[in-house]
């Protein structure tokens, strides 16, 4: 299953400071450790809410409101995308994690929708050819 | 902390350990197997005192240690502790001779030095293909025996016995742990990524049983490739076999529809392709393709395989199929790992390309090749093929006979409509 591993804002992600090299260096060395153990699929860090904006939904009425946003910990500073086989998975490596901005701060594990079916398949070629009978089937019949 | 909370703790934390555990120990007792059994030890020992003491706050180092203690122990009855202290006397003594910030990096080298012995020896040529399977399923992934069993759909004491041959085998044989020289190198890694596609090809083209341990394995192969395409970062069929695997996983979504019926490849709804997996997969295939452009060596089999499977996924409608550079890919493909199945998949890609009589020709050259007798997608392309030539009668044959050699109920009522519309003669304008 995958996981997206939201970390939270706090003050200092909204202030736009970049954190400081030692917390750099501890994040990169367990981003390298989430790589070779094959579960990162990918990871993205966000600019402060006072770089963004929101739009507000009434009927059909569309409200722009551009940030910063007041609330800090309902906001989010970045994200990964790993796949995990289980939850518990997914939470022993959260708290393998550096405190992501030195204070108090707070990671969300959210669980993908994902479509577990899988079925038979020849190659991409042959059922190429196979969707041409079907289509054929369909022409002629 | 409940003990069922820490069981599940615990669990998690095997499966993130287990394989570093079982690599480290390896090294140092030269036994998988016993390896293995070491590595089980200390996890009934935290299952044992975790649930009293809580979870440690560096689970993985105190599951290893506990490890190499009984190592130690285990070493010491057998009477080889004399032997062993002075090889771990001279590690200790090669260690300190490196500065103390070269340590913590050259500890993580040895542990991903480690799995990659672990991953040859599992794949060793002494193993049958299945022992091999098995292994690495147990050793690197961390599955249980009952859930290897229920992928393969076979006993779960038919698996666990595969696995204890497998490690006397290796016992017996005195398999090295070590990362294969370059001299049987190449060859030993193709053994890896055979092992490795096989795992994959298991889970992805499942026909039988709609059990959730069949998509798992596909998940376990990719991840492990991915694993490995870190510890062997240089060797180009490496990232091809990923870029192979996350291209081909991008159409898991895509591939079968609600009533679990399959879905083909132009009739998928493209916006159901996992673009995250594609992007993944084609930046593989860029790393492989550079890196052998780097080593002066040709494409090899998973590369080229991901070639063209990558010439679907950028595609964004099936007419603007490059049927043309594929064809050409699966020619440098037969070329190099000859098989009447590619050479069909060829004729296929060739007719998309240049027309049905140029495909035909291929096909009918096929028709004499006895591992195709029996196989019924090669009346199936002949008669599809046959059919847009105009040459009905025979097109009809050719799918009837299709139709009498599959097994699938579904591909077989297809086939038959077909024959009846090829009764039929040339489709209305």
Redesign the interface.
């Known amino acids: 299953m995958r996981v997206m591993v939201v970390i939270k804002a706090n003050k200092d992600t909204e202030t736009g400071a970049m954190p400081d090299e030692g917390l750099l260096t501890e994040m990169g060395k367990f981003n390298e450790e989430l790589?070779?153990?094959?579960?990162m699929?990918?990871m993205e860090g966000l600019h402060p809410s006072s770089r963004g904006a929101r739009v507000k939904f009434s009927g059909a009425k569309r409200t722009v409101i551009d940030g910063p946003f007041t609330e800090a910990k309902e906001l989010i500073a970045g994200y990964w995308?790993w796949?995990v086989?289980?939850m518990?998975?997914a939470?022993?490596?959260v708290k393998r994690c550096p405190n992501p901005t030195g204070a108090e701060s707070e990671i969300e594990i959210r669980q993908l929708f994902?479509?577990?079916?899988?079925?038979?398949?020849?190659?991409?070629?042959?059922?190429?050819?196979?969707?041409?009978?079907?289509a054929?089937?369909a022409?002629?019949? | 902390m409940t003990a069922a909370d820490a069981h599940r703790s615990i669990d998690a934390i095997w499966r993130i350990e287990q394989a570093k555990i079982i690599a480290g120990l390896a090294r140092m007792v030269r036994d998988v197997g016993l390896a293995e059994e070491l590595a089980q030890d200390a996890l009934v020992a935290a299952l044992e005192r975790w649930p009293a003491t809580g979870i440690p706050d560096n689970p993985g180092a105190w599951l290893m240690a506990t490890a190499k203690h009984r190592a130690i122990d285990r070493l010491r009855r057998a009477k080889l502790i004399e032997r062993k202290h002075a090889e771990l006397g001279r590690e200790i003594d090669t260690r300190q001779e490196t500065t103390a910030e070269d340590l913590a990096a050259a500890l993580d080298d040895d542990i991903g030095d480690d799995l990659l012995r672990l991953v040859f020896t599992a794949c060793h040529p002494v193993l049958s293909t299945e022992a091999r399977v098995a292994l690495i399923l147990r050793l690197l992934c961390g599955l249980t025996t009952e859930e290897i069993a229920r992928a393969f759909l076979v006993s779960e004491p038919t698996v666990a016995q595969r696995i204890v041959r497998a490690k006397r085998t290796l016992a017996d044989a005195r398999v090295p742990f070590e990362v294969p020289r370059e001299a049987e190198r190449a060859a030993r890694l193709s053994s890896v990524l055979g092992v490795l596609y096989l795992v994959f090809n298991e889970g992805y083209t499942a026909t039988a049983g709609d059990d959730w341990m069949r998509p798992q394995l596909c998940e376990e192969a990719l991840r492990l490739g991915r694993i490995l395409a870190e510890l062997a970062v240089h060797e180009p069929e490496v990232h091809g076999l990923v870029a192979l695997m996350e291209i081909q996983a991008s159409r898991a979504r895509a591939r079968v529809g609600r009533s679990g019926e399959p879905i083909l490849l132009l009739e998928q709804d493209r916006a159901r392709w996992d673009q995250l997996l594609i992007r993944r997969g084609l930046a593989a295939l860029e790393r492989a393709q550079q890196l052998g452009g780097e080593l002066g060596r040709a494409r090899g089999p998973y590369t080229l395989q991901a070639a063209i499977a990558a010439c679907h996924a950028r595609a964004r409608t099936g007419a603007e199929t490059d049927w043309a550079r594929i064809a050409a890919l699966y020619e440098t493909l037969v070329e190099l790992t000859p098989s009447p199945v590619v050479e069909l998949n060829r004729a296929v890609a060739v007719a998309m390309a240049f027309g049905p009589a140029a495909g035909l020709a291929l096909v009918d050259a096929l028709i004499p090749e006895p591992l195709l007798e029996g196989y019924h997608l090669l009346p199936a392309v002949r008669g599809d093929l046959l059919a847009k030539l105009d040459r009905f009668d025979e097109a009809r044959a050719e799918c009837e006979r299709a139709a009498s050699l599959t097994r699938n109920a579904r591909e077989r009522e297809l086939l038959l409509q077909r024959a009846a519309a090829c009764a039929r003669g040339p489709a209305p304008p």
């Open positions: 790589v070779k153990a094959g579960m699929l990918a995308l796949q086989k289980s518990d998975e939470i022993e490596w994902e479509t577990e079916d899988f079925g038979a398949e020849f190659t991409p070629e042959l059922r190429e050819q196979e969707k041409r009978l079907l054929q089937v022409a002629k019949s």
